[in-house]
């Protein structure tokens, strides 16, 4: 069995290109391939008008030399031209013949013989630039036998028409010695000025873009690490606050790993403590079940809110470790009176708190489709932010809340606009911008800031919404959007 290395079959269908299509990846790379294309388009523009032209000019060189030989045989048209003065003259003006139109007679002026075949015509009066160039390209494709009529009103005499027929093989030569010149010069200008272009967008553009590029890479690398952050430049542009953005980007990233490790450590600590916080639930949660059968119907009372506040805290302990490792837990949703909740909810915290006049202005058959632990944690969060608010002001200490349907866009139940309002001192303007965010929204000493962010959490989980309507020094009021319960 042979032990050979054999093309796999990705090589055998791999194209012949691929090393080109690698090398061409680089930004240098492309933008080489551009300047040398401009280069030569620039070439392209500029040689053939130039070829055109110094065809015309051949021509008309020509036309005007036919011209003055024609003018010497007047002069010597006095006596007979033998073939010696005939062959000098027109080898003076480089042509095979000369005739000319005058005053409406066709004249031949100087013939040394046959005319063969193979002839082109070249009107100087009638033919355009795009004429011209197509001739131009025909005449350096041509073989050198051809012969060129041309016809031309000579400079000194523009009432005339002179007629002349020439050898094209020496424009022809011309026309190729011109094009090496033109050629050379053009690719050493243009070959200059391309390097200079070349130079210029590389330090103006592709050499910021790879240093923004590798800071990139070197961050993604251990983006933990403060020496990879990139450092911007002095440069305005464009790229400049790239690099400016790339540094904010690259700092709030640092700043998001270090909260996570927070919580991570947090989250920790939790699942250490959960087991035993539930151990003393459990003997709390014994004493109000005995307080919630007392004959004193204010002990009942106050036994069965303790009983229902141990019942969240031991859920709320429980739902502690999947809060740690992803989200909230789905909502079990049903029906729920949005009146008798929040009426719950501020009893909870209003003596948790403080002393607050609650004012619940939510209609009894409004109901809201929630669960009921996650929405009562929401509200409490919500009233527990506004109470503790409160407690910075004198006079009354006002809490509202207030609860509007709104119809279904399309087929639905619709959902429940409620609005909590507080007579507290406002939420300051330094704390708005990251006011749902954990950790970052405290307006107080001493908060922790996760209580709009759980709140705001616990909405959108619903399909909701918390958001801050306004505030001041008359109050704040929060705006909750929720689900509403079909009516059944």
């Given amino acids: 069995m042979s032990t050979d290395p054999s093309p796999s079959d990705d090589d055998a269908h791999r194209p012949l290109y691929a090393p080109l299509a690698g090398v061409l990846a680089n930004l240098r790379a492309q933008l080489l391939m551009v300047t040398l294309s401009l280069i030569a388009a620039g070439l392209v523009l500029v040689y053939f008008p130039a070829a055109a032209s110094f065809r015309l000019q051949w021509m008309t060189d020509r036309a005007e030399a036919a011209h003055l030989a024609a003018l010497a045989a007047d002069v010597a048209r006095g006596g007979a031209l033998g073939e010696e003065e005939v062959r000098a003259l027109l080898m003076g003006a480089d042509a095979v013949a000369v005739a000319r139109v005058r005053d409406g007679m066709n004249e031949l002026v100087l013939y040394s013989g046959p005319i063969g075949e193979g002839l082109v015509e070249s009107d100087l009066r009638t033919a355009t630039w795009l004429t011209h160039i197509r001739d131009t390209v025909d005449t350096l494709n041509a073989s050198d036998d051809r012969l060129l009529r041309i016809r031309a009103q000579p400079a000194g005499a523009p009432d005339e028409l002179i007629d002349v027929i020439v050898r094209e093989a020496p424009l022809h030569e011309a026309l190729r010695n011109f094009s090496r010149r033109l050629l050379l010069y053009a690719s050493i200008a243009a070959i ?111 036994g069965e809110r303790l009983v229902r506040a141990v019942d969240r805290g031991v859920r709320l302990c429980e739902a502690t470790l999947e809060f740690g490792r992803a989200e909230e837990s789905a909502p079990v949703r049903q029906p729920i009176q949005l009146r008798t909740l929040l009426d719950e909810v501020a009893d909870d915290a209003i003596q948790a708190e403080g002393d607050v006049i609650w004012t619940n202005e939510v209609a009894a058959d409004i109901r809201i489709d929630a669960d009921p632990d996650q929405a009562h944690r929401l509200f409490l969060n919500l009233c527990r932010n506004a109470i503790q608010a409160m407690q910075l002001v004198e006079g009354e200490r006002r809490l509202t809340a207030r609860a509007t349907p709104m119809p279904p866009v399309d087929e639905g139940a619709g959902e429940v606009w409620l609005e909590i309002s507080d007579t507290g001192p406002g939420v300051p303007a330094k704390a708005r911008d990251r006011l749902f965010q954990a950790f970052s929204g405290s307006t107080r000493r001493g908060g922790t800031g996760l209580g709009l962010s759980i709140a705001r959490e616990l909405a959108r989980a619903h399909g909701g919404e918390v958001d801050l309507v306004s505030t001041g020094e008359a109050g704040t009021i929060f705006s909750v959007r929720l689900p509403a319960a079909a009516q059944g």
């Fill in 192 to 302: 200059a000025v391309g390097a200079v272009l070349y130079g210029a967008l590389f330090f103006l553009f592709v050499r910021p873009m790879r240093r923004l590029a590798g800071a990139m890479t070197h961050f993604r690398e251990d983006p933990a690490d403060p020496a990879r952050m990139i450092r911007p430049g002095a440069a305005r542009n464009e790229i400049g606050q790239a690099e400016h953005e790339l540094a904010r980007m690259q700092a709030d990233i640092r700043q998001a790993l270090f909260q996570r490790e927070r919580l991570a450590a947090l989250g920790g600590a939790v699942a250490r403590i959960n087991h035993d916080l539930r151990n003393v639930l459990a003997s709390a949660q014994l004493v109000s079940d005995r307080l919630a059968m007392d004959a004193d119907d204010r002990v009942r009372g106050m």
